[in-house]
């Protein structure tokens, strides 16, 4: 792994990284988050009844348009034109797990945008919740998987 970071250079100013020499190839990303809740507010989503509606038909779609929006809201990610998005979402003991997938065939690949699919739909349960739970917290988000690019693929749990 390289010890030099891409995304400054020799003078230590922040910069886009110059990715178009690079092949475009298809490339994907998995990331997973956790929403953490109390055992009444899991029954709350469990029967359907929280206050704001379908929270995970709003999460979904948030994370989704995230997604499709990370170069905007990430400062030197390129714009990409992603081929695929999922995000989908599970109730379990102790909260709502959130796993989003990201692909696209560019020259850079598409953990941003995973990670940022997963982190909006975090948010948007938290923003549907918190009439119920003030406490929710949003945890582990992480990268789990990607592939394609010269690193090829990469599970990372």
């Known amino acids: 792994m390289s010890k030099k970071l891409t995304h400054v ?12 020499a ?11 988050g956790f929403v953490r809740l109390s055992g009444a507010t899991v029954a709350l989503v469990r029967d359907g009844k929280t206050p704001k509606g379908d929270v995970f038909a709003a999460a979904r779609i ?5 997604a499709k929006r990370t170069s905007e809201l990430i400062p030197m990610t390129h ?13 379990e003991d102790g909260g709502i797990a959130i796993e989003a997938t990201a692909a696209t ?20 349960l938290y923003d549907m919740l918190k009439a119920v739970e003030r406490g929710a ?4 988000v992480r990268l789990v998987e990607k592939s394609g690019g010269t690193s090829g693929h990469i599970k990372l749990e």
């Open 9 to 20: 250079d020799e003078k230590g100013a922040a910069r886009m990284v110059d990715v178009g």
């Open 22 to 32: 690079k092949p475009a190839t298809e490339r994907r990303a998995t990331a997973r």
């Open 62 to 66: 948030a994370g989704i348009m995230a």
């Open 79 to 91: 714009p990409l034109p992603l081929t695929h998005v999922s995000v989908d979402l599970s109730l």
């Open 105 to 124: 065939t560019a020259q850079t690949g598409v953990e941003m945008e995973a990670l940022t699919a997963v982190t909006v739909a975090g948010l948007t």
């Open 137 to 140: 917290r949003i945890t582990d």
